[in-house]
């Protein structure tokens, strides 16, 4: 490129507050041209998993981490050349992995890139991973990178401490071994680093037999532990995987890393259980009619095409017992010492999905009619199962419902989603022996929990919403007279 510079991409704030991300996947590598606008990498974040685009033209030059890595927000993830534009590059050099390097750089594009997999590119001397600290050398600066390579996305190997110390430690990163993504998955997954396996694969690639073999290979000296004396295997361990990570993980244990929504997830819910005084309270009650409600619903033209099931009428049954007790829908101001109750009702639906619990909400739930409020049930369970769900729509809920009756569960002591009042949980719906009209007969029963926060909901606003709930859920025709 004429004119070119490198402009350098930091990792944004893609939500309220947030402090870092992981990398799940790169669409780019080096060498390749990217538009403005170009979705680059998709990022998991402690709200959900975001696509990130590009805000300018030009070519990748370097991915500064691997898959896998979780960034601090503010730091360059990707660089990328573009055409003119020298003020930008210049404030944009600030944070280059490399500034003392930049002028040789567009030098070093040529053709005749090596072919490579998403997720890590070709890395020569010119292209290197910005460390965490600065360092005067920059023969040190890259063996940092090195070693910062290998803990983020295998965990440190025991011969890693003697790269720094190495004079020809500059060009350990084009070593980096070679695997496509779903095998450096199992490779994670399975404990495995890839540095320790021999490729078998085209052009040195790592296959998935590969990394079996390495594992297979690895636990070859346990199976002999049972006739070694009771304090051999203990002794002998280490000494039999000389180069396993420091985090293999045995066939008898895994070691899943806690990050990104379950990461934040755990710690919310620690906050909210040492911070709001939890008051549960129960109720089990007929929904024989409720479910007959459901079917009739279901054959409506009005509904038709929208998901029509029993916690559509039980969102519809909290909302009408929040309306008639609005006290109910607030939080807590702990720097302003108040109350703050809210006019409007962002209901929140947790669910569970393979990133872990996330709690949605259906933004002013209180203003939508009941196939408004079906039409966005199923959009909010159908973008959380697909992994899209934005950090907006996770942002600003002010009760929520966990159905843990999908479960076969009965019922449960739900915790609040931080800066909520309550969360109602729903058990499972299922036929029961029930006193109906002065005889005893199978009817739809479940039980009901609502939790709530102590400090500004007492027990009879809490037990009158329950209640109200309750008795909506058995005669569905209050949906109408309690309007």
Partial sequence: MTNASVREFKMPDVGEGLTEAEILKWYVQ????????????????????????????????????????????????????????????????AVA????????????????????????????????????????????QQAASAVQSE??????????PAVPAAPAAPAAPAQRPLAKPPVRKL???????LATVTPTGPDGVVTREDVHAAVAA???????????????????????????PASYDSARETRIPVKGVRKATAAAMVGSAFTAPHVTEFVTVDVTRTMKLVEELKQDKEFAGLRVNPLLLIAKALLVAIRRNPDINASWDEAAQEIVVKHY???????ATPRGLIVPNIKDAHARTLPELAASLGELVSTAREGKTS???????????????????????????????AILA??????????????????????????FDHRLVDGELGSKVLADVAAVLEQPKRLITWA
């Fill in 30 to 93: 080096p060498g390749d041209t990217v538009t403005d606008g170009q979705v680059v990498c998709e990022v998991e974040t402690a709200k959900a998993a975001v696509e990130l685009p590009i805000p300018y033209d030009g070519v990748v030059r370097a991915l500064h981490f691997p898959e896998g890595t979780t960034v601090d927000v503010g730091t360059s993830i990707i660089a990328v050349e573009v055409a003119g534009g020298a003020a930008p590059a210049q404030e944009e050099a």
């Fill in 97 to 140: 992995p490399a500034p003392a390097a930049e002028p040789e750089q567009p030098a070093e594009q040529p053709a005749a890139r090596q072919p490579v997999l998403v997720g890590y590119g070709v890395a020569t001397s010119s292209t290197r991973r910005r460390p965490r600290k600065q360092a005067q050398d920059p023969a040190a």
């Fill in 151 to 160: 803990l983020n996305g295998h965990g440190a190997a025991p011969a890693a």
């Fill in 187 to 193: 490779a994670k997954d399975l404990g495995v680093d």
């Fill in 218 to 244: 690895a636990q070859a000296p346990q199976q002999t532990a049972p006739e070694a004396p009771p304090a051999a295997p203990a002794a002998s361990a280490p000494a039999a995987q000389p180069a396993a």
């Fill in 345 to 351: 009702v962002n209901l929140g639906i947790a669910a």
């Fill in 391 to 421: 950090p907006s729509a996770m942002q600003g809920g002010t009760v929520t419902i966990t159905n843990v009756g999908v479960f076969g569960v009965d019922t449960g002591t739900p915790l609040l989603n931080p800066g909520e009042s």
């Fill in 426 to 451: 729903v058990g499972a719906i299922k036929p029961q022996p029930w006193v109906h009209k002065g005889k005893v007969k199978p009817r739809q029963v479940t039980t009901l929990a609502l939790s």
